[in-house]
Structure formats: structure tokens, C-alpha cells
Nanobody, 121 residues
Framework: QVQLGESGGGLVQPGGSMRLSCSASGSIFSILAMGWYRQAPGKQRELIARITRAGDTNYELSAKGRFTISWNNAKNTVYLQMNNLKPEDTAVYYC???????????????WGQGTQVTVSS
């Protein structure tokens, strides 16, 4: 059993900052990559940021320069530091992880339950 637990969402004013955290727990052999998606009302879920085990990162265009993804390997925890937040960043943010539960298993994709981020004055 593998679980992803997110924290750090809430209400923030435009221009403010927020940090999201997501920890993977359970029977995990290896994590290959972790990332964050978001879904705003009436819109499709979109990839915001992703980081691989090697430390390679990629960002959605609107997140570049404002958001930073990082990963604490020892804690199986990924962070998303969000600065200069805008009302259009309002969405449910989901953590994802590509991992192997056992060395003889293939790579599986796991999702967190989501955390609401609201940017409003």
C-alpha cells in the first residue's frame, strides 16, 4: 500500500507565497519522479512541475520563474514553493509519484487526494 499525503494549501492574497508538501509512504522500493498537477473549476488537470530522481525539473509555462519544485529523497517528500501567486493559480493541487513498490514490479503512478489553493483578496 502506498499513500501520498499533501499539506500546505489554503487561502493566500495575490502576490503572496505558499509552500505545498507531499510525502510518499508505504511499501516503496524506489521513486523515479514526483510532481504536481492542478485542476481549476471547469478546466482540465494540468502538469505544473515535475522532478526526477536525477534532479531534472520541468515546469508549466505560467509556473516558470514563480514556482520551484524540490525533493527530499531521504523523506520521500516533494515540495512546491509558489511565489507571486495570482488569482488564476486557484485550483486543487495534486501530488503524483512514479514509483516501484518492489524491484520486480513495474513503475506505477500514484496520486494524492489534492489540496485546495485559493488566491484571493
Amino acid at each position: 500500500q502506498v499513500q501520498l499525503g499533501e499539506s500546505g494549501g489554503g487561502l493566500v492574497q495575490p502576490g503572496g507565497s505558499m509552500r505545498l508538501s507531499c510525502s510518499a509512504s508505504g511499501s516503496i522500493f524506489s521513486i523515479l519522479a514526483m510532481g504536481w498537477y492542478r485542476q481549476a473549476p471547469g478546466k482540465q488537470r494540468e502538469l505544473i512541475a515535475r522532478i526526477t530522481r536525477a534532479g531534472d525539473t520541468n515546469y508549466e509555462l505560467s509556473a516558470k520563474g514563480r514556482f520551484t519544485i524540490s525533493w527530499n529523497n531521504a523523506k520521500n517528500t516533494v515540495y512546491l514553493q509558489m511565489n507571486n501567486l495570482k488569482p488564476e493559480d486557484t485550483a486543487v493541487y495534486y501530488c503524483t509519484s512514479d514509483l516501484q513498490r518492489r524491484p520486480d514490479f513495474g513503475v506505477e503512478d500514484y496520486w494524492g487526494q489534492g489540496t485546495q489553493v485559493t488566491v484571493s483578496s
